[in-house]
C-alpha cells in the first residue's frame, strides 16, 4: 500500500530559509567592517568596550585593547561558523576553519594593498580562524548530538 503525501520526501526543515537569509545579511554586515576603506567604526567599537571593561574592575591584562581586539575578531566569527555548518553540513568543520583562514588572509592581504587607512594584522587571521574553528566546531557537535538518535551521520 502507497501513501500519498503533499510534501516531496526529502523535504527542507523550515529553518534552512531564514537561516540562510540571515546568513547572508551577517555576512553583507562582516563584508562591511573588514572592508571599510576606514578604520574608525572597528576600532572605535573597541576602544569603547575596552574602557568600559576598565571601568568595571576588569585587570588592564584583560582590558587592554590588543586583548580585547583579539575576542573580538573571534566573537564576530563563531555566528557565521555556526550557521554555515547547519546550512552545509556536509562540509566539515574543519574545511570550513581551512576557508577562513584563507579568507581571512585574503582579507588582510587586501587591507595591507588597496586600503591604506587599515592596518593588517596577522593576529586578525588567527582570531577568525579560531572562531570559526569554535562556532563550527561547536554547531558540528550540537549536529552530532541532534541526529545521533536519528541514525544521520554529521559531515558526509
Do not use: K
Request: net charge positive; with cysteine.
Amino acid at each position: 500500500m502507497t501513501l500519498v503525501t503533499d510534501a516531496p520526501a526529502t523535504a527542507r526543515p523550515t529553518w534552512r530559509r531564514p537561516l540562510g537569509v540571515a546568513t547572508a545579511v551577517y555576512g553583507c554586515f562582516l563584508a562591511f567592517v573588514l572592508l571599510e576603506p576606514s578604520n574608525n567604526v572597528p576600532s572605535s567599537s573597541i576602544a569603547w568596550l575596552s574602557v568600559r571593561l576598565a571601568a568595571h574592575g576588569v585587570p588592564t591584562v584583560l582590558s587592554g585593547y590588543a586583548y580585547v581586539d583579539f575576542w573580538c575578531n573571534i566573537a564576530i566569527m563563531l555566528p557565521l561558523a555556526a550557521a554555515l555548518v547547519f546550512l552545509w553540513p556536509r562540509v566539515r568543520w574543519e574545511r570550513w576553519t581551512v576557508i577562513a583562514f584563507a579568507l581571512s588572509a585574503g582579507v588582510e592581504t587586501t587591507q595591507s594593498l588597496l586600503l591604506p587607512s587599515r592596518v593588517p594584522a596577522f593576529s586578525d587571521v588567527v582570531a577568525n580562524t579560531l572562531g570559526v574553528l569554535l562556532g563550527s566546531g561547536a554547531a558540528a557537535f550540537a549536529w552530532w548530538v541532534g541526529t545521533r538518535g536519528a541514525g544521520e551521520s554529521f559531515g558526509g
